[in-house]
């Protein structure tokens, strides 16, 4: 897992082993989920998610997953995302997770910190 940055914008990219053909948004969401935990433990699982599947994932690989930020506020972070070959060459799927804080307080200041840095500045998929 690295925190790399393009032309545009800081991501997060995390590298996640497919057992076995991925064949739903259920088993994507997944990976998208282990690469969330893995950039910020303190993470709430679960939460909303579109996701637009491109291409079908190979069993017995290792998928790349481009993780940013899209928006971050007191309660919520909606975090974009990319899957795709090891490599980035070829895209498996691409959407938005969104998590809530259900505390009553908002997100801790070292939370909200690390998030900010991922913040995407242009609203289209990278």
Known sequence: M????DDLNPKFVFHSLVRAAATNAEELIEHVDHAIMAL????PL?????????????????????LWVND???????????LSSQDGRVPYARGERSM????ATPWPSEFRA?????????????
């Open 40 to 43: 910020d433990a303190r993470a």
């Open 100 to 103: 809530v804080n259900v505390n």
């Open 114 to 126: 690390a998030h900010a840095e991922l913040m995407k500045d242009l609203p289209a998929f990278a």
């Open 72 to 82: 971050l506020d007191n309660f919520s972070c909606t975090y974009g995302f990319v």
């Open 46 to 66: 679960g939460g909303s998610c579109t996701i637009e599947q491109l291409n079908p994932v190979p069993a017995a690989t290792v998928v790349r997953v481009d």
């Open 2 to 5: 690295t925190f790399t940055s």
